[in-house]
T-cell receptor, first 113, second 111 residues
Framework: NAGVTQTPKFQVLKTGQSMTLQCAQD?????MSWYRQDPGMGLRLIHY???????DQGEVPNGYNVSRSTTEDFPLRLLSAAPSQTSVYFC????????????FGPGTRLTVT | KQEVTQIPAALSVPEGENLVLNCSFT??????LQWFRQDPGKGLTSLLL?????REQTSGRLNASLDKSSGRSTLYIAASQPGDSATYLC??????????FGKGTHLIIQP
């Protein structure tokens, strides 16, 4: 199993540009989520999904969109990038939303200039 | 809102020492608590998962305990090695709203 994969590893955007961060898992996990990690802030939940077709907002959802058309994929979209979205983004998955171990991808380091 | 505090924020000790990293959280209504390790510039590696009904979990030189009612967890590292140098993150939660992370303990083990 590849586990949780994320692409790209690094990305530089200009303010106002859009992009999609990709996340995929091959463990048939129902629950997937996106976090951002900023210095001094810890990891914060952006959006999560408890299964295909179901998504919900986390702690810091503004400026981000998600969709879940398949069990395997959970892309994160930035519609109009802002410097405040400069961060490291992590995708995670687990077998269920309650009580299961969460597995994290390697992260995408995004810089918005 | 869940708040997680990890103490100490940083720790530097010589190789071979036994260590205790502390984590406290404000909301005891959790499904589980995970301890992670993060190396510089890398992702998170899960070390231990403790279910809310459990008191502790062990993996090799690592032992984590959970006292849900008092909102505390500790990670015990026995016979520390330079390869243990990393940031250790505590994350209670496990429900639909995911995990809440502390800011971590930055650990350096001196050879």
């Amino acid at each position: 199993n590849a586990g949780v994969t994320q692409t790209p590893k690094f990305q530089v955007l200009k303010t106002g540009q859009s992009m999609t961060l990709q996340c995929a898992q091959d463990m048939n996990h129902e629950y997937m989520s996106w976090y951002r990690q900023d210095p001094g802030m810890g990891l914060r939940l952006i959006h999560y999904s408890v299964g295909a077709g179901i998504t919900d907002q986390g702690e810091v959802p503004n400026g981000y969109n998600v969709s879940r058309s398949t069990t395997e994929d959970f892309p994160l979209r930035l519609l109009s990038a802002a410097p405040s979205q400069t961060s490291v983004y992590f995708c995670a998955s687990s077998g269920d939303r309650a009580g299961y171990e969460q597995y994290f991808g390697p992260g995408t380091r995004l810089t918005v200039t | 809102k869940q708040e997680v505090t990890q103490i100490p924020a940083a720790l530097s000790v010589p190789e071979g020492e036994n260590l205790v990293l502390n984590c406290s959280f404000t909301d005891s209504a959790i499904y589980n608590l995970q301890w992670f390790r993060q190396d510089p510039g890398k992702g998170l590696t899960s070390l231990l998962l403790i279910q809310s009904s459990q008191r502790e979990q062990t993996s090799g030189r690592l032992n984590a305990s959970l006292d849900k009612s008092s909102g505390r967890s500790t990670l015990y590292i026995a016979a520390s090695q330079p390869g243990d140098s990393a940031t250790y993150l505590c994350a209670p939660g496990g429900g639909a709203d995911g995990l809440t992370f502390g800011k971590g303990t930055h650990l350096i083990i001196q050879p």
